[in-house]
């Protein structure tokens, strides 16, 4: 196996974890071209996001700049390098989530539509995600797959015990704005990580919603993920307020966003979810980090 990184930093850790390690910048088609060609791999496997520095929701197009770039010209150049090399399969990362149409059931499956109206600084975000699942999910000479991760939580992510919300949480900065009524689906990493290695061996093309099984509001996943942490419970306030915070992108995850149905991977990946409910990953992640935990109130 060989993995992709930007950096030689990178390189070492990435031999301990089983792979060779090849510099690649996913932005220049000279790069990929070589990289994949020199490779000559059976499946490509495209997680190339640009995360990590995003602070705000406010402007939310202009955070996901560099991800947006990853998702059109970066799967462009991976799908001329997949031809050139003769690779016979291309995974792609997408995102399930926010990008639902906003009203209506509060669980989508994938046979529905992407939002035609999502809030104007999401519109750039959402196009970058639908020309990266049309490229990759039409292709006709190679099979390809999209897997639309729900949010992450579980090690390396920003719900983990030092991770990025959870010190919000923590510190009670991350409150619930208008009625809380946004319904997210989560994954935890590992579970991600077991769906898309049975993409690999053996998912049909197409779009798959890889998320656990209970889509929550944010007024009840909230107030849990504090409780599991130990942390007082998030602050109510309202959505006028919220708008001038985090603006009507943060406004609309808090109040309108819909969940999604992992029906489809379960019974055609076929999957198994060591995590079926965020409620119970979240507390053994803290449980395993710290040896205790805390029992959830039953309301
Ligand atoms: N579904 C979700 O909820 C979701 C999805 C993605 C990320 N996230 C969250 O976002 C945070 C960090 O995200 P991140 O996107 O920064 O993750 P990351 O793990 O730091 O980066 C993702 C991958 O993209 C690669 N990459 C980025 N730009 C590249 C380029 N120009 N050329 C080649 N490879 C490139 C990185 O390679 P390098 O080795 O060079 O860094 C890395 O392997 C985490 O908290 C994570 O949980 C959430």
Do not use: C
């Amino acid at each position: 196996m060989i993995a992709a990184t930007r950096t030689t930093s990178k390189m070492d850790g990435l031999r301990r974890a089983g792979a060779q390690p090849v510099v690649v910048n996913g932005l220049d088609r000279d790069s990929v071209m070589k990289a994949v060609v020199s490779a000559q791999p059976d499946a490509i496997v495209h997680q190339m996001t640009g995360l990590a520095t995003i602070r705000s929701l406010k402007k939310f197009d202009d955070e996901f700049a560099l991800t947006n770039r990853l998702r059109t010209e970066g799967t462009a150049y991976l799908i001329e390098a997949a031809r050139a090399a003769g690779a016979r399969k291309l995974i792609a990362q997408s995102y399930t989530g926010w990008p639902n149409v906003r009203e209506g059931n509060r669980v989508k499956t994938e046979e529905e539509l992407l939002d035609p109206n999502p809030p104007k600084t999401m519109s750039r975000t959402l196009d970058a995600i639908r020309r990266l699942e049309a490229s990759v999910s039409r292709l006709s000479d190679i099979t390809g797959i999209v897997l639309r991760y729900g949010s992450f939580y579980g090690p390396g992510t920003s719900i983990t015990p030092a991770g990025n919300i959870v010190e919000l949480v923590r510190q009670r900065k991350f409150p619930i704005f208008g009625n809380g009524a946004g319904v997210w689906s989560f994954i935890h990493i590992d579970d991600a990580a077991a769906a898309t290695v049975l993409a690999l061996e053996g998912g049909a093309p197409g779009i798959y919603n890889i998320v656990d099984d209970e889509p929550a509001e944010v007024y009840v996943w909230l107030p849990d993920l504090a409780e599991a942490i130990g942390a007082r419970p998030p602050y109510h306030l309202p959505a006028w307020l919220g708008r001038l915070v985090i603006g009507e992108a943060g406004i609309s995850m808090m109040t309108k966003v819909r969940g999604s149905s992992n029906a489809k991977a379960k019974s055609a990946l076929p999957w198994q979810l060591d995590y079926a409910t965020w409620r119970d990953g979240f507390r053994r992640g803290f449980r395993e980090h710290n040896g205790s935990v805390r029992v959830p109130s039953v309301t």
